[in-house]
């Protein structure tokens, strides 16, 4: 029995020091009392691009500058397509601590990657520090202070008591409309757009005539409405009606009678066709730009690819349609207290064990929000700069006086898009940021899309299709393994090697209880 007992509790150990192998060292970064000029570091920059070589050309030459600056500090670029292959990436290299040092994300992201332990770095006194922080005596560039950040976009990136981001660049979502089309059908294009508006105009464009040919257009094709991202449609209708989407703890709202009135609303219309989705139809402005579709809802930054002299147009020229196109914000349900969401890239840095390495990304982060990096990029799409000093230079404001003097540049639509996200910057909202609220965000635009699915498949939307629509997206976006609201935590299945412990353990237990009652038999008997 003891060679038994002896046996369990060396596996017991060894499974114990197995479990332990790999655990990474807690990394506490403090900031240096100076940067060591005399040492070379090599960072990383994960950025993400639509496929626009000019962009990448403002990150190789903010890269360049700033290695003109600090020759100690080599800075090496690795694009992405979009914004979830980086947030996959930074999430699988998390376990082998291989993050990057500097990478272009999205608070919702950095919500998840904060799961692991010491993975980003709290900004606050980074933020402040009197010679390495924004605006810092140190620093060899022009960086803004803290006060010359925007603070609405600023406040986008505090969350769990911190600031784990800086904003990069920000953009909200605009209503591409067809005048033209809107007028034809006998409408007044008002100042500002109404869910109810949008609808009666989508339902009108949906006549044929004998021939099966749409009568605004004359085409086989017209889809009136469709929207790119359904996660922002759903966020923006619910927090336009004071409805319940989430709390700032994790509290999941999101399934509600509002809600449900909201979805059978979309459902009529997406019944008729005259509603669809980018992830049922396609790309907005492709349909917009051939004169298939009258109100394309997309973002700020995407204003390059609306309208009949777009710079950047994904369809034959054969196809393109000549119409008038006006910028408008979102759609509203009170006109006297407009609603729309604010969107767009941050930065994050990513903790290291060598603070000299962590403070090198510092640096390197804050000089992206210099006004040459922020200019040239926002000039690039319907951006806008995340700072008042870029907003308010001389070279930013001779930009926007100049619109419409040519349609690449120049173009109208685009600087258009960026004077309404900047008219617009307090009517602008975020949603609440916590482990598990992209999960979210993604059933909110689920619940759109299948919808939209399912009446087109000729299926009757009820309240009973509903309360099942509700349970499944539940259950697939794993909303209910958490609610913090509740305190109820449900912990899913434990790793293997967790599970071979705690049984080894429990075999020792029982182990040592059997020698103890053996023992206790002999002593009776003898």
Same mark, same amino acid.
């Given at each position: 029995?003891?060679?038994?007992?002896?046996?369990?509790?060396?596996?017991a150990? %060894?499974?114990?020091?197995?479990?332990?192998?790999?655990?990474?060292?807690?990394?506490?970064?403090?900031? #240096?009392?100076?940067?060591?000029?005399?040492?070379?570091?090599? $960072?990383?920059?994960?950025?993400?691009?639509?496929t626009?070589?000019?962009?990448?050309?403002?990150?190789?030459?903010?890269?360049?500058?700033?290695?003109?600056?600090?020759?100690?500090?080599?800075?090496?670029?690795?694009?992405?397509?979009?914004?979830?292959?980086?947030?996959?990436?930074?999430?699988?290299?998390?376990?082998?601590?291989?993050?990057?040092?500097?990478c272009?994300?999205?608070?919702? /992201?950095?919500?998840t990657?904060?799961?692991?332990?010491?993975?980003? %770095?709290?900004?606050?006194?980074?933020?402040?520090?009197?010679?390495?922080? *924004?605006?810092?005596?140190?620093?060899?560039?022009?960086? #803004?202070?803290?006060?010359?950040?925007?603070?609405?976009?600023?406040?986008?990136?505090?969350?769990?008591?911190?600031?784990?981001?800086? #904003?990069?660049?920000?953009?909200?979502?605009?209503?591409?409309?067809?005048?033209?089309?809107?007028?034809?059908?006998?409408?007044? *294009?008002?100042?500002?757009?109404?869910?109810?508006?949008?609808?009666?105009?989508?339902?009108?464009?949906?006549?044929?005539?004998?021939?099966?040919n749409?009568?605004?257009n004359? =085409?086989?094709?017209?889809i009136?409405?469709?929207?790119?991202?359904?996660?922002?449609?759903?966020?923006?209708?619910?927090?336009?009606?004071?409805?319940?989407?989430?709390?700032?703890?994790?509290?999941?709202?999101?399934?509600?009678?509002?809600?449900?009135?909201?979805?059978?609303?979309?459902?009529? /219309?997406g019944?008729?066709?005259?509603?669809?989705?980018?992830?049922?139809?396609?790309?907005?402005?492709? !349909?917009?730009?051939?004169?298939?579709?009258?109100?394309?809802?997309?973002?700020?930054?995407?204003?390059?690819w609306?309208?009949?002299?777009?710079?950047?147009?994904? $369809?034959?020229?054969?196809?393109?349609?000549?119409?008038?196109?006006?910028?408008?914000?979102?759609?509203?349900?009170?006109?006297?207290?407009?609603?729309m969401?604010?969107?767009? #890239?941050?930065?994050?840095?990513?903790?290291?064990?060598d603070s000299?390495?962590?403070?090198?990304?510092?640096?390197?982060?804050?000089?992206?929000l210099?006004?040459?990096? =922020?200019?040239?990029?926002?000039?690039?799409?319907?951006?806008?700069?995340?700072?008042?000093?870029?907003?308010?230079?001389?070279?930013?404001?001779?930009?926007?006086?100049?619109?419409?003097?040519?349609?690449?540049?120049?173009?109208?639509?685009?600087?258009?898009?960026?004077?309404?996200?900047?008219?617009?910057?307090?009517?602008?909202?975020?949603t609440?940021?916590?482990?598990?609220?992209?999960?979210?965000?993604?059933?909110?635009? =689920?619940?759109?899309?299948?919808?939209?699915?399912?009446?087109?498949? /000729?299926?009757?939307?009820?309240?009973?299709?509903?309360?099942?629509?509700?349970?499944?997206?539940?259950?697939?976006?794993?909303?209910?393994? $958490?609610?913090?609201?509740?305190?109820?935590?449900?912990?899913?299945? *434990?790793?293997?090697?967790? %599970?071979?412990?705690?049984?080894?353990?429990? %075999?020792?237990?029982?182990?040592? $209880?059997? !020698?103890?009652?053996?023992?206790?038999i002999?002593?009776?008997?003898?």
């Amino acid at each position: 029995m003891k060679k038994i007992i002896s046996l369990l509790l060396i596996i017991a150990l %060894v499974l114990t020091f197995t479990g332990c192998h790999g655990a990474k060292e807690e990394k506490v970064f403090t900031i #240096p009392e100076e940067f060591d000029t005399s040492r070379n570091y090599e $960072i990383s920059f994960w950025a993400k691009n639509d496929t626009n070589l000019t962009q990448v050309e403002i990150y190789k030459k903010a890269i360049a500058d700033f290695e003109a600056l600090y020759p100690n500090v080599k800075v090496s670029l690795k694009l992405y397509t979009d914004y979830g292959r980086i947030y996959n990436d930074v999430i699988t290299n998390i376990s082998t601590d291989t993050t990057p040092n500097v990478c272009i994300t999205y608070p919702d /992201h950095i919500a998840t990657y904060l799961t692991g332990k010491d993975t980003v %770095v709290p900004l606050n006194e980074l933020m402040v520090d009197e010679k390495y922080g *924004l605006g810092g005596s140190e620093v060899l560039f022009d960086s #803004p202070t803290k006060d010359e950040i925007i603070s609405k976009f600023l406040e986008e990136c505090e969350f769990s008591g911190s600031y784990y981001a800086l #904003p990069y660049m920000r953009s909200t979502e605009a209503c591409y409309v067809n005048k033209t089309f809107v007028e034809k059908l006998g409408y007044e *294009l008002p100042e500002a757009l109404t869910w109810d508006f949008i609808w009666e105009v989508s339902e009108a464009a949906t006549k044929k005539d004998k021939d099966g040919n749409f009568i605004v257009n004359g =085409q086989k094709t017209m889809i009136p409405f469709i929207y790119k991202s359904t996660d922002n449609m759903m966020i923006s209708m619910l927090k336009q009606q004071n409805a319940g989407y989430s709390s700032n703890m994790g509290e999941i709202a999101i399934f509600n009678d509002t809600t449900k009135e909201i979805l059978a609303e979309i459902a009529k /219309h997406g019944e008729t066709k005259a509603f669809s989705t980018f992830k049922i139809s396609s790309y907005p402005a492709n !349909f917009l730009n051939a004169g298939q579709c009258i109100f394309a809802i997309d973002s700020t930054a995407g204003a390059t690819w609306m309208g009949s002299d777009a710079p950047l147009l994904d $369809i034959s020229e054969d196809k393109l349609v000549q119409f008038e196109t006006k910028v408008m914000t979102i759609p509203q349900y009170d006109l006297d207290n407009p609603k729309m969401i604010s969107q767009g #890239p941050s930065l994050c840095v990513f903790n290291k064990a060598d603070s000299q390495e962590v403070l090198a990304s510092w640096l390197f982060a804050q000089f992206m929000l210099t006004n040459n990096v =922020q200019i040239s990029y926002s000039q690039t799409e319907g951006y806008v700069p995340v700072t008042n000093k870029a907003q308010n230079s001389n070279e930013y404001q001779d930009y926007l006086s100049r619109i419409g003097e040519d349609n690449d540049f120049y173009y109208p639509i685009k600087i258009q898009a960026a004077k309404l996200l900047m008219d617009n910057t307090e009517n602008t909202f975020v949603t609440p940021v916590f482990n598990g609220s992209a999960s979210l965000r993604n059933a909110a635009g =689920q619940l759109v899309e299948e919808v939209t699915k399912s009446v087109r498949r /000729h299926e009757t939307v009820n309240n009973e299709y509903l309360d099942n629509l509700f349970t499944e997206i539940t259950s697939l976006y794993r909303l209910d393994q $958490i609610n913090l609201a509740t305190g109820k935590i449900n912990l899913g299945k *434990l790793p293997s090697g967790a %599970v071979i412990l705690m049984v080894s353990l429990g %075999v020792c237990w029982l182990g040592i $209880i059997a !020698f103890w009652i053996k023992n206790q038999i002999k002593k009776k008997k003898s």
